[in-house]
């Protein structure tokens, strides 16, 4: 949903449902004495992020002076887990599921003071983002396998904490 507006309230509203599934099939390679993939069932893929919830707004305050916010909300995206063997020189899943971690949610909030002259124009902005301080965690890698047991080891770095910011632009 969208609502246009050159004067007072603008914004949209998205929702986005997806499902993405994998299943891995049986190779065998002869001389071979185990296959290379396992039948098992679907599971979720790393791109499988089910929900996701976008809200955006604008309010102009004044002729020169905007507000905006955005809200963001995803169910997030699934950490692989489970079990891989080492076969040769290569790390090969078996066993591996997704579970889905902490949901993705973001906050941010903008005000813009715009000042017009003959040629050009300059805008004064501050903004908060991130203003719920949610971790947000991002899976980065899979990591290292651990040779002993074969769990893949996953590392995740923490998403965006609260931060302000300002800027200046200008325009010609």
């Known amino acids: 949903m969208q609502r246009r507006s050159a004067n007072r309230l603008s914004g949209w509203l998205g929702y986005t449902l997806t ?16 296959p290379l993939f396992a039948n098992t069932p679907y599971t979720s893929t790393l791109e499988d992020q ?4 976008n809200v955006f707004g604008t309010y102009r305050l004044k002729p020169t002076v905007n507000l ?13 887990s489970g079990f891989f063997e080492q076969i040769g ?10 579970a889905h971690p902490i949901p993705y949610l973001r906050l941010d ?5 715009c000042w017009a002259f003959q ?8 903004e908060g ?3 719920t301080n949610h971790d947000n965690p991002r899976s980065i ?6 040779p002993k047991t074969g769990r893949a080891i996953v590392q995740s770095e923490q998403g965006l904490p609260i931060t302000p910011t300002a800027g200046l632009v200008f325009e010609f």
């Open 119 to 126: 040629r050009w124009k300059m805008t004064l902005y501050g």
């Open 109 to 113: 909030f903008r005000v813009d003071k």
């Open 141 to 146: 890698s899979l990591g290292v396998v651990d």
């Open 89 to 98: 020189g290569n790390v090969v899943p078996f066993g591996v599921s997704a």
């Open 50 to 53: 089910r929900n996701a919830l």
């Open 68 to 80: 905006s916010g955005k809200f963001l909300y995803g169910s997030g995206f699934p950490v692989p």
């Open 19 to 34: 499902s993405a599934r994998e299943r891995q099939y049986a190779i065998s390679v002869p001389g071979f004495p185990i």
């Open 129 to 131: 983002l991130n203003l």
